[in-house]
């Protein structure tokens, strides 16, 4: 929650164009405000926050974008203008805001007085000094994420900077615009990763705009296609109903009989299961709502999660305080709105949030409805060597988020199983891989040495056995179908995919708790990965190692690596959609591990988790 008060009598404010616009789109913007009857003295201010993703507002350039001016009709009134635009989380009481949700501009009176029913009206986007000629400045550009932007109005009536934490009075109410999303694009297929011989199978179309906006599914005829086989099928409300066997065993197409461009392969599926009788589900288990810096209530969220990017769990994971601070009250109403969307055998819910100290990101998960909010900003809970105890007696787990790091010197192999390899941030493989988090080898909180290793192979070189899970990290309350951080456009968000018995709660839990899980960077990408014929994720004995890897992808696959220890073992080439083989392979160490890199021609990419396989005749010996 926004930690600001809200004032009174401090006025209204308002926006022009009232009506909605598309996003990606130029706009002009008119903001006006009306004081109220404390009026707006000498010295006093008015601060708008600019949400992230328009245009950065600028006062000094009348002939650049997002060139911002501020006037009164009084003549008595003088207005000085003032943006601060660097990103800041937390509040600064001495800069008078927060950035958590954007670009802080300040109207400051010089001089005058705004009596009660003044009005100042503040043009973001004024062209009209230079903007005639085609080489002048343009209006802003608006977010292209489809959503409601407040952009927010705070109040120092007299210039003392009284009121708590900034300086500022909250209005009661702030003015948003309302961005809509632009033309269908594309269409997302989803069926269920695993099928039985003989049963229908659910098939829904999830449609987006260019920017990965949802956008309402037309209903008609769709064609699929699956190997030599074709069959027309009708949709409502975005649901097709796939007779028994209309897809073979891999990749499959469909295409709007209405709209040839709406064309798209389905994501692949196995009928029967994986080893040990278990099932392939998908979800996205780090996303962030308005209780933070994100955009939606907890129910809506998790309802995008269900219903619109049709996942089989999730989880909200709020940050404890990153400038808004998530409360007792809304932690107490995330357990109620996790505990009310947890429903067996239809869509899982955990029961998480990002815990933040100086040196770590990192998600908490519980196995239940119950558990505490332990946040990092607190001394008594401000280093992850202060929490293990509370967390390992209510059996939790921590997901280091590697966007910024883990403290490792809380490691605790029984809370520690996994870590988040992938987000829309970027990987966290290694120094130097694909789609590197771009910062990922400048970490800003590399100052401890619990904080200086923050990928993969520079942990599991440490002797540390965790497995790996991939999510969006989404800001734009869209678990599942994110491509927005708090600021800006990214990579698609990843998903994390997990072999259980079930679809429940506990199965799901167990599923990450064991590592039996893999990370994708959005695409569900089928991939089996044993040795022995022990799942991924695994700790066992054994000389000669029979490795089995069988990867149906989205897409033509480039190569699968065989990873162990660190070094690449063998990649196998590509021949189209599919690839099954073995391997034989024997000991290096006492100890060896191995994972499974996936990389498919359009660049989308799969991790397995390791397996780690004890050299078994030196353990006989000891």
């Not at 995008?304 to 808004?324: E, K, N, S, Y």
């Not at 401000?382 to 390992?392: A, R, T, V």
């Not at 599942?480 to 951080?485: A, E, I, R, V, Y």
């Not at 033509?556 to 590509?574: F, M």
Request: with cysteine; proline share 6%; hydrophobic share 35%.
């Amino acid at each position: 929650m926004l930690i600001e008060e809200k004032g009174t009598n401090l006025g209204k404010a308002w926006i022009e164009p009232a009506v909605p616009v598309v996003a990606g789109t130029r706009q002009t913007f008119v903001l006006h405000y009306k004081a109220g009857s404390k009026g707006l003295k000498r010295g006093g201010a008015i601060r708008i926050t600019i949400p992230h993703g328009f245009t950065t507002p600028q006062v000094d350039e009348f002939y650049k974008d997002g060139f911002v001016t501020a006037s009164c009709p009084d003549s008595t009134i003088s207005l000085t203008l003032e943006v601060v635009s660097r990103i800041f989380c937390a509040y600064k009481p001495e800069l008078g805001h927060s950035g958590a949700f954007g670009k802080s501009l300040f109207v400051h009176l010089q001089e005058g007085e705004l009596g009660a029913g003044k009005i100042i009206e503040i043009i973001y986007g004024d062209i009209s000094y230079y903007g005639k000629e085609p080489w002048g400045p343009k209006p802003p550009v608006v977010p292209q994420l489809s959503g409601s932007f407040e952009f927010t109005v705070a109040i120092d009536p007299d210039g003392r900077r009284s009121a708590p934490e900034t300086g500022y009075y909250l209005l009661p109410e702030s003015p948003a615009v309302t961005i809509l999303p632009a033309e269908a694009a594309a269409i997302i297929p989803v069926v269920p990763s695993n099928s039985e011989a003989g049963q229908d199978m659910p098939l829904h179309l999830i449609t987006v705009d260019p920017y990965l906006n949802p956008v309402p599914t037309t209903d008609g005829n769709y064609i699929i296609t699956s190997g030599n086989k074709s069959c027309n099928c009708l949709s409502k409300n975005g649901a097709i109903t796939l007779p028994p066997d209309a897809l073979s065993t891999g990749s499959a197409a469909i295409r709007s009989m209405a709209n040839q461009e709406l064309f798209a392969v389905i994501n692949p599926h196995k009928t029967g299961s994986y080893l040990a009788d278990c099932k392939l589900y998908w979800g996205d288990i780090h996303s962030h709502s308005s209780y933070s810096d994100g955009i939606g209530t907890p129910e809506e969220v998790l309802t995008f999660a269900r219903d619109t990017a049709c996942l089989d769990f999730a989880a909200l994971t709020d940050h404890d305080d990153i400038g808004p601070q998530l409360s007792k009250e809304e932690w107490l109403h995330t357990r109620r709105v996790t505990a009310d969307f947890n429903t067996p055998g239809h869509f899982v819910t955990l029961l998480g949030y990002e815990y933040r100290s100086s040196l770590a990101d990192m998600n908490i998960y519980y196995p239940g409805d119950e558990g505490r909010l332990l946040c990092g900003k607190e001394k008594k809970w401000d280093s992850p060597e202060k929490i293990i105890s509370y967390l390992s007696a209510n059996s939790a787990m921590i997901i280091p988020h590697m966007h910024f790091g883990a403290d490792w010197r809380g490691y605790d192999p029984d809370l520690y199983r996994v870590m988040e390899i992938y987000s829309q941030h970027g990987s966290a493989e290694y120094i130097g891989c694909a789609r590197q988090i771009p910062y990922l080898d400048n970490q800003l909180q590399k100052s401890s040495e619990g904080n200086i290793d923050t990928t993969l192979q520079e942990i599991l070189a440490r002797g540390m056995k965790l497995g790996v899970t991939a999510g969006s990290d989404s800001h734009s309350g869209r678990p599942g179908l994110s491509n927005w951080t708090r600021v800006a456009r990214t990579y698609n968000g990843g998903l994390t995919a997990v072999f259980a018995r079930e679809k429940t709660r506990e199965s799901i839990w167990q599923a990450i708790y064991q590592r039996h899980c893999y990370a994708t960077t959005g695409p569900r990408i089928y991939l089996e990965f044993s040795i022995n014929e022990h799942p991924t994720g695994s700790e066992l004995q054994g000389m000669n190692r029979k490795i089995r890897v069988n990867c149906m992808g989205t897409e033509d696959i480039s190569r699968i690596e065989v990873v162990k220890n660190n070094n690449l073992l063998q990649a196998i080439p590509g021949t189209g959609s599919c690839l099954d083989f073995s391997l034989d392979d024997g000991p290096e160490k006492v100890e060896d591990f191995y994972y499974i890199r996936v990389t498919q021609i359009d660049g989308e990419m799969a991790w397995s988790s390791p397996i780690w396989v004890t050299f078994f005749d030196h353990l006989h010996h000891l």
